[in-house]
Each structure stands twice: as C-alpha cells, then as structure tokens.
Antibody
Framework: QIQLLQSGPEVKKPGTSVKVSCKASGFTFINSAVQWVRQARGQRLEWIGW????????KYAQKFQERVTMTRDMSASTATLELSSLGSEDTAIYYC??????????????WGQGTLVTVSS | EIVLTQSPATLSLSPGERATLSCRASQSVSSYLAWYQHKPGQAPRLLIY???NRATGVPARFSGSGYATDFTLTISSLEPEDFAVYYC????????FGGGTKVEIK
C-alpha cells in the first residue's frame, strides 16, 4: 500500500525555522520526485518546490528561493522541507506529494495527509 | 513565472449537469498541465495529467483538453461527490497553480 506519512503539527515563533518530513512506503522512492505544496486557510494551493529523489536536484518557486531547503534521505525513504525566517503568512497546511511512473508505465501521484504549521508569537 | 487564470471562480450546477472549467496560461505550457480536485479536509487528488490523460482510477466522466495556453476540464454529468474545488497546475517550468474553480450545488 502506497503511503506518505508526514510529521505532526508544528507551532513556531516568527523568525524561526520549521522542518516537515514525509516518509514514503509502498513504492520505489528513488524513482520518484517530490513536490511540496501549501494552502493557507481560504487560499489557493501554492507550489513551493520539488526535489528529484535519485539526483537530489531541486527547483524552488521564486517566492521561497531564499529561505527554503528540500532534502531527501534515500536510506530512510524520507523527504524533508525546511522553511526559515517564518512569518504569520507562513501559517498553512503543508503537503508533500510524489509522482513517478511505475513498472506498468502508469503515472502515479500520491499525497501526504498534510502538516499544519502555525506561526504565532 | 507562468500565471494560470481559472474561470469561472464559482460554478453553480445541479447533479447530472455538465461542468466546463477553463484554465488559461500566461505563456505556452505545451501539454504540461494537470488538474486536481480538492475537498475540505482532504489532500488534493490528481484527475488529469499532460492535459488529457486521466489518472489511474479517475472516472470517465472527467476529461481534459487543450494545448499551449488554453485548457478545459469537463465533467460530463456531475455526481454528488464531484462538488469540490478544482485547480489546474502547469508543470513546464517552476510549477504553479491556478486560483481554482469551486463547483457548488445549485
């Protein structure tokens, strides 16, 4: 069974950093790419960036370029998002999502359950 | 950054009716466009990728079309579970999402 299990909710002070992890199971993690997306209450989905698991190559949205880092640990089948210099506008649900072609050449797209990050003084 | 504009913002329809959702890109994205369905309290669900390919398990009433800058998601006959927000996402360059179309019950 394909599963993406994200870390639990976080409450952070402004100016600090947060890490959200995403543990994959049920598929070949190394053959996938992971995108990170967030949604603030009542707002649209917002793309943060992606990481190609095999190479570690990353692409970030310009808005987050200076304060986001995406990494992966292939041995632990885990991807991690770190966002620094947090402000109240970063309060949102953060999702990881993987996409890949499986052995039957079928396109797969699976999402984690979401992690609520609250930034408050 | 490529901007995606979705219209209408809200679509009020009854079950059984046809829904036509539009997504326009500020520059060509070729066929690198996906459609997602998003319901409150759930993760988004991929419906269509590469403009017109249905994702695994997606009912045939969902179809996608378009190329370059103009794309359409069509739901041929709305089922009760189809009332949700729909987002398009371009994947040609630094992915972006559109603003969403809410399909609500009339």
């Amino acid at each position: 069974q394909i599963q993406l299990l994200q870390s639990g909710p976080e409450v952070k002070k402004p100016g600090t950093s947060v890490k959200v992890s995403c543990k994959a199971s049920g598929f070949t993690f190394i053959n996938s790419a992971v995108q990170w997306v967030r949604q603030a209450r009542g707002q649209r989905l917002e793309w943060i960036g992606w990481i190609v698991v095999r190479s570690g190559n990353t692409k970030y949205a310009q808005k987050f370029q200076e304060r986001v880092t995406m990494t992966r640990d292939m041995s632990a089948s885990t991807a991690t998002l770190e966002l620094s210099s947090l402000g109240s506008e970063d309060t949102a649900i953060y999702y990881c999502a993987v996409y890949y072609y499986d052995d039957n050449d079928e396109y797969n797209d699976h999402w984690g359950q979401g992690t609520l990050v609250t930034v408050s003084s | 950054e490529i901007v995606l504009t979705q219209s209408p913002a809200t679509l009020s329809l009854s079950p059984g009716e046809r829904a036509t959702l539009s997504c326009r890109a500020s520059q060509s994205v070729s066929s690198y466009l996906a459609w997602y369905q998003h319901k409150p309290g759930q993760a988004p669900r991929l419906l269509i990728y590469d403009a017109s390919n249905r994702a695994t398990g997606v009912p045939a009433r969902f179809s996608g079309s378009g190329y370059a800058t103009d794309f359409t998601l069509t739901i041929s006959s709305l089922e009760p579970e189809d009332f949700a927000v729909y987002y398009c996402q371009q994947r040609i360059n630094l992915f972006t999402f559109g603003g969403g179309t809410k399909v609500e019950i009339k």
